[in-house]
């Protein structure tokens, strides 16, 4: 059937566009301890791909794949192989982004994540941020006016340099994707963290806290600086890290046994993993606690 595309208004026939780029998914798996995915709240199923949704006609889902190619080959890639230690970017950078928090935006509305603690204001500015972000991927508009895209690079922790770090702080940060709109009574954005980013979408923030994290419109440099966020998203960010293992800590215990096995089984594989990296990470920074 025939439907609106939500980016382009047009009637066509909509595809299966991902929310996060399948090559993050991809990646996840392939650099895994077990070669398996689990997501969400129920980690008891194992899962090929991640979220979909009928958003976009073919031309704008074209659109979209050239600027996630362009960050993949250009950014990621080099980044998580760890190729050099600060990387340019383009124009492409700030498509990208906003083309995730669009879609990110855009999904958590239709499965009701999203405007049920915002305040009406924020409400408001959300479909304002919908609107400017669909018409500035579309070439409409040249500029994102006051909601921009911010980015923080992340990599592994290697000392404690906030307290109440939860001990799967490294799991949480190079193998988890995590989506979620946020707010407060002072700020609303929308979070979207991937294996070594976080990027945020700014529905109402005040910029003077969010320090060297804004992506200019046309060219810029990611690493070798330090980056600043406020306070408040520095206690959500542990606090969905504490989230995480929670839920990781109610897997059945037939599936716990069979990762013990998968893992027992391919111990070359599970050693040169990222997943291997990350809880090791882990280990070096809070020892034995990680298997409480």
């Not at 006609?57 to 600060?86: H, I, M």
């Not at 206690?235 to 990762?259: F, G, L, P, R, T």
């Amino acid at each position: 059937m025939n439907e609106i595309c939500k980016l382009c208004h047009k009637k066509s026939k909509l595809e299966q566009s991902h929310i996060i780029p399948k090559f993050v998914y991809k990646w996840l798996k392939e650099t895994s301890a077990t070669g398996y995915l689990r997501f969400g709240q129920n980690l008891n199923k194992r899962v090929q791909d991640g979220f979909k949704e009928n958003l976009l006609c073919r031309n704008c889902e074209d659109l979209l794949n050239n600027w996630e190619t362009d960050f993949a080959n250009k950014l990621f890639y080099p980044l998580v192989n760890k190729e050099k230690g600060s990387f340019e970017y383009g124009s492409w950078f700030l498509n990208f982004v906003v083309s995730l928090s669009w879609r990110v935006l855009i999904y958590c509305k239709r499965i009701g994540l999203s405007h049920s603690h915002f305040t009406d204001i924020q409400k408001q500015e959300s479909d304002l941020a919908l609107e400017v972000w669909r018409k500035f991927l579309l070439g409409e508009i040249k500029h994102l006016g006051k909601y921009q895209q911010h980015v923080i690079p992340i990599d592994i922790v290697s000392n404690s340099f906030m307290p109440n770090l939860p001990t799967n702080i490294n799991r949480y940060f190079l193998r988890i994707i995590d989506i979620d709109p946020i707010a407060n009574e002072y700020q609303a954005l929308v979070y979207i963290k991937i294996p070594y980013f976080i990027f945020i979408g700014g529905i109402q923030i005040d910029p003077k806290q969010w320090i060297n994290t804004t992506i200019r419109t046309h060219k810029g440099l990611i690493g070798n600086c330090k980056y600043t966020v406020p306070q408040s998203f520095g206690d959500y960010i542990i606090d969905k890290a504490k989230k995480v293992s929670n839920i990781q800590k109610s897997m059945s215990e037939k599936q716990k046994s069979k990762i013990e096995k998968t893992i027992l089984n391919n111990l070359n594989r599970v050693s040169g993993s990222e997943t291997f990296r990350a809880v090791y990470a882990d280990v070096e920074l809070f020892g034995n606690d990680v298997f409480e």
